[in-house]
């Protein structure tokens, strides 16, 4: 499929507005743990880990259901987290995202919450938490979801073995689907075959399971051959083999076909089964068929496995992506990937500024500051600290226009904002190989010069252009439009 073809498809999801989409499943919490390990403990051979961050996530079928917010979808999930501390911050994060959690129970046993250990992007252990449902919760999860099921364009069942979505929720499922497709996404499909759902996407693990054998050196050809048998046993009207690195291999109407993924870091596929499913259900929703609903679920997913963590594509991700542009991120989200990047031999250089009006100056900047280094990451300030550096009727763009513009350039990798006026707390946390600023500057007047050296980094001043200046474009432009008054 063309890159043009690729934007029709992405437009035409995106606008999909015809119903909420329920999500039923066994919900976690995602937390990471990050830091450095320079040495080794006397105690016991095992990295000594100083931890340099905490951040949660929603994972499971919370992840899908935060992927499908972020996509611009009305989402209802359903499903069940414990009465404790951890399912109350789980909550906290999912309505933050949008999410309608009314379908969500709290039960007697605890939240699952998987916590990871990382340094370097790289995870060094993982260790798990929490209670499976019983069977009183397994009834109360069913009737909320017959109550979501009301008016829902589609119904995305996430089953990772946890009870949440069990003989009750198939029940459920069995005596009323809906009036839009049942997509499944279990670790073990075969009890979900007398639900008829409409897709199904088995990893490749759960289809040597299904199919009693291994798929072999070519999996993508056992996969191909495997279809009629693949139906049979799961009861599915369509089924789509996810292959991790390989892409995926799709039976539809039709026939197979197959989407391509692009490369990444095992480290990186975290949650990207979620992403994939959570675009899959909505392009679904909107109309399309299972081969064109498979390859915006897989253009979805590529944009996540740039990152480590359990990460979210949005909206501006995918059509960002389509462009070739940067991505957009947070903090958190930054330094995971910049981690990453670093264990690799990257030279991060990093750049900051408020970019109002991008003008040829900023762009010369921007692609000498490139040159410098493997990596750009741009810091755009944000428009309350553009309006104390720049004044009154500053900026004349809000920093989403500002952010958005500077990530479509070709020779920036990564876009983040800030909001102090100066990107010193921000170069602390990435500590950068090369700080790059504007030839009207020298080292010695930078009050960021003594953070990025005590880092290790070097501060490189990037040759001056003239006259290039957004406050004399913006004062030729206002003086213009009062002359033609």
Sequence with gaps: MSDAQDELLV???????????????????????SGTADRISREAPAPVVQVRGRDDAPGGAANTAVNLAALGADVRLVGLVGDDDAGSALLALLRAAGVDVS?????????TVKTRICVAGQVLVRFDEGAPAGSADGDAVAAALRDALRGSAAVLVCDYGMDAAGPAVRAALTEDRGAGPIVLDAHDLAPWAGVRPDVVTPNAGETERLLGRALGEDRVRSAVEAGAELRRRTGAAAVIVTLDRDGTVVHGEGGPSRTLAKPAPDANTNGAGDTFAAAL???????????????LGQLAADVVTRLPGTSVCTANDLTASLAGGARLLDERALVA??????????????TNGCFDVLHRGHTAHLKQARALGDLLVVAVNDDESTRRLKGPGRPVNPVADRAGVVAELGCVDFVTVFSTDTPIPLLETIAPDVYAKG???????????PVVEANGGVVRILDYISPHSTSDLIARVRAAGVAGA
């Design 11 to 33: 437009d035409e999801v995106l606008e999909f507005r015809g119903g909420p989409i329920v999500v039923v499943g066994d919900l976690l919490l995602d937390r990471w743990i």
């Design 337 to 350: 990937a910049l981690g990453v990047a670093r264990a690799a031999g990257k030279r991060i250089v990093f």
């Design 281 to 295: 259900v909505l392009a679904l929703a909107a109309g399309m068929d299972v081969h064109r609903a498979a390859r």
């Design 439 to 449: 030839g009207d500057y020298l080292p010695e007047m930078l009050a960021e010069t």
């Design 103 to 111: 379908g969500v129970v709290r039960g007697a046993g605890a939240t």
